[in-house]
């Protein structure tokens, strides 16, 4: 169903450009982009894209609080992120609302709790010491790609139960060409100029689709054949045997479409995290000694945790979440009725950058995190309320990996000035991909990858 725009007109003010510069914009420099927006017209500004639909950015907290504690029934995500179905399908959790989106999110959260994420430490610390082996004393690299290797990995092990080498192997392949499809900007141009519902854009997807498909519906049903389906640790595991309220289990094709969902919102997103860790670590020598230092030495890890989350306060790597109202709410501090039909989103790029509460905004100080905790409305890189984020802790469990495997095992320094930020599909990344300097293995190749003391986040 395609979205209509809104009747009444009580939007906030906005730029006057043409919808096409708004979104090369947006799609280039997303954060020069809205910072100068708010400056010029405040925390509530509506933008016009390619669509020609308007959306109304929200940066003031208590707008935020709005919108993540609004009801199902008003705040309709499923129906704004539709640009998604034609890869993600229509059963992903992340393009449904109200009660269905509410039986998928109960059936999806419990295997991703904090604590059961202890469980992945494994699969994590060899997929990163796996790719370690592969870097040379004195080469430069570009962290990205390395990171995705590591999380598309992860995400092959721990949620889709992959053990044997080589359909690990045929699915890598697969899975690669498909995310460089479906993240290609061309791609992405494309299907914003026809529309999710072309025809065009369906044939190529379909073609680049169907082998991928094909591999899914295998795992699924070699798992459901597998005896020791109980006895297994793996997230496809859990929800095969996962019951909703009604007793019923997740068919076939709802199963296809979580596990899509999870790749494509578990894999990218941490591998940016991550690169944006290492170019931020690597152009502050001291913050990167002083994590380096309490990795190797093994204990107690806050300063890992407040570098994370300081990463994701500057360098979110989903600027906006979006959602269509389904009847009129009030922002900008009662200034604004906003209509039915308006899509809304919040802000997270510029929630964090907001002086008042993060002094000095654009450094990048994870000392802030040690004190204080991170604020239900003011620290959102995972989104909030009902839609928050369901992988949030096994990403940060993984970022925490990560990290400890590579600083524990080479000595980092920055090749090259500070990144700027550009984006690669849906998220935001290092524009040359976080480029730093190996410059010494501190371990000889092959040995134990990771420290010991790891907690849940
Ligand atoms: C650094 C890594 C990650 C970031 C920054 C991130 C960010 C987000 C954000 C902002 C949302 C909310 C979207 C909205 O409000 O519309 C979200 C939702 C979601 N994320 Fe993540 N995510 C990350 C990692 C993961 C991982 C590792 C998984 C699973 C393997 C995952 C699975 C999901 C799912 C299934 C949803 C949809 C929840 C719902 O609609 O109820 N994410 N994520």
Redesign the pocket.
């Known amino acids: 169903m395609a979205i209509s725009a809104p009747t009444v007109l009580d939007l906030p003010p906005g730029p006057r450009q043409p919808r096409y510069a708004q979104a090369l914009q947006w799609v280039m420099r997303p954060q020069e982009f809205v910072v100068r927006q708010r400056e010029r017209f405040g925390d509530v500004f509506t933008l016009e894209f390619i669509d020609g639909l308007p959306l109304v950015v929200l940066s003031d907290p208590e707008d935020i609080r709005t919108v993540f504690t609004g009801s199902a029934e008003v705040m309709h ?2 129906e ?2 539709k640009l998604l179905e034609p890869v993600l399908g229509s059963r992903s ?2 393009l ?1 609302d109200e009660a269905e ?1 509410l039986r ?2 109960r059936l ?1 959260l419990p295997p ?1 709790h904090g604590e059961r994420m202890l469980r992945y430490e494994q699969i994590m610390a060899e997929a990163a010491r796996r790719e370690l082996a592969t870097w040379q004393e004195g080469e430069t690299i570009e962290m990205l790609p390395r990171m995705q290797a590591i ?1 598309l990995e992860v ?1 092959m092990r721990a ?1 889709f139960g992959i053990e044997d080498g080589l359909e690990m192997e045929r699915l890598r392949v697969l899975l690669r060409t498909m995310l460089q499809q479906t993240t290609d900007m061309r791609q992405m141009a494309l299907s914003l100029i026809l529309g999710p519902d072309s025809e065009r854009l369906q044939q190529r997807l379909d073609e680049v689709l169907r082998p991928v498909d094909e591999e899914l519906y295998r795992v699924i049903s070699g798992h459901r054949a597998a005896a020791n389906l109980e006895e297994r640790e793996d ?1 496809l595991s859990m929800l095969l045997l996962a019951r909703d309220e009604d007793g019923e289990a997740m068919t076939d094709e709802e199963l296809r479409d ?1 596990l899509m ?3 494509l ?3 990218e ?2 591998a ?2 991550l690169s944006w860790a290492f170019e931020q670590l690597t152009h502050q020598p001291q913050t990167l000694e002083r994590l380096t230092e309490e990795l190797r030495d093994g204990g107690d890890e806050p300063y890992a945790e407040a570098v994370i989350r300081e990463t ?1 306060r500057l360098r ?3 600027p906006i ?3 269509l109202l389904k009847e009129p709410i009030t922002v900008g501090q009662g200034r604004f009725r906003l209509p039915a039909g308006t899509r809304v989103a ?1 802000a ?1 790029i510029l929630v964090h950058l907001r002086d008042d509460i993060y002094p000095d905004p654009y450094q990048f100080r994870p000392e802030r995190f040690i004190e204080t905790a991170p604020g239900t409305y003011t620290w ?13 802790a ?3 469990f ?2 925490r990996a990560v990290l400890r495997a590579v600083l524990t095992n080479f000595d980092l320094e920055a090749a090259g000035g500070p990144e700027r930020i550009t984006r690669r599909s849906l ?1 935001i990344v290092p524009d040359h991909g976080g480029r730093v300097r190996l410059l010494r293995r501190v371990k000889p190749a092959g040995s134990e990858a990771t420290g010991k003391g790891a907690q849940a986040p």
């Open positions: 995500a499923g704004a992120n959790i992340l449904l989106h998928h999110r999806l991703f999380t995400i949620v997230i979580e969902t999870l790749l919102a578990g894999h997103t941490t940016s995290s994701m979110p790597v989903l979440v979006i959602r919040p997270i959102i890189p995972f989104g909030g309320g009902m839609r928050r984020c369901i992988g949030s096994f990403a940060q993984e970022m998220t």
